[in-house]
Every structure is written in structure tokens, then in C-alpha cells.
Nanobody, 123 residues
Framework: QVQLAESGGGLVQAGGSLRLSCAASGRTFSRYAVGWFRRAPGKEREFVAAITWSGGTYYADSMKGRFTISRDNAKNTVYLQMNSLKPEDTAVYYC?????????????????WGQGTQVTVSS
């Protein structure tokens, strides 16, 4: 069983930066892949980025070059550094974890989810 808690969201102006954290419980978290997803009002849940247990990273095309996912297994935490934020990045951001997701960009592949953290980017 893994419990996830996101933090770091907030209000930022366009062009600004935020770092989201996904803190996990569980001694074996280092063996889990973690994904970040987001849901904007009136839109479907969208893949943002993912990191495997071995450190491999994946990004949605629109986030490449702006967002960076990383993990600190000693702290049981995965981070999402978001730079050059745009108003269209406004959404609730969720982290999710699974030991072996069948597809890192598929939200249905993850068993565990956090409650989400709101990110609002003003123009």
C-alpha cells in the first residue's frame, strides 16, 4: 500500500516557476514508477510526466523543455519542476504510483493516487 500527498501548488504569474512534490509512504517506494497528471476545468485528465523506478523519464510533448521530473528515494519524494508556466498550465496536478504501469502515460495503469494540488497561472 502506498499513500501519496502532493504539495507545492499555488498561484503564479505567466513565465514563473513552481516545484511540486509528491511525498509517499511505504518502504518500497523506490521500486515504484510515478506519474504526474493534471486536470483542467472541463477537460480530461492529461499526462504530464513520469519517472520509472530506475530513473527513466517521460514527458508529454507540450511539457518537454519546461518541466522536469525527478525523484529522491531517500526522501520518498518525486518532484515536478515547472518553469515558463503558461495560463494553459492551470489545473489540478496529481501524482500517481504503480510498481509496473503498463503504460507510463496511461492514468489507468496506476493503482495509487494523491488528492491533487491546484496550480493557477495568471496572465
Amino acid at each position: 500500500q502506498v499513500q501519496l500527498a502532493e504539495s507545492g501548488g499555488g498561484l503564479v504569474q505567466a513565465g514563473g516557476s513552481l516545484r511540486l512534490s509528491c511525498a509517499a509512504s511505504g518502504r518500497t517506494f523506490s521500486r515504484y514508477a510515478v506519474g504526474w497528471f493534471r486536470r483542467a476545468p472541463g477537460k480530461e485528465r492529461e499526462f504530464v510526466a513520469a519517472i520509472t523506478w530506475s530513473g527513466g523519464t517521460y514527458y508529454a510533448d507540450s511539457m518537454k523543455g519546461r518541466f522536469t521530473i525527478s525523484r529522491d528515494n531517500a526522501k520518498n519524494t518525486v518532484y515536478l519542476q515547472m518553469n515558463s508556466l503558461k495560463p494553459e498550465d492551470t489545473a489540478v496536478y496529481y501524482c500517481a504510483a504503480d510498481q509496473s504501469p503498463s503504460g507510463v502515460s496511461n492514468p489507468r495503469a496506476y493503482d495509487y493516487w494523491g488528492q491533487g494540488t491546484q496550480v493557477t497561472v495568471s496572465s
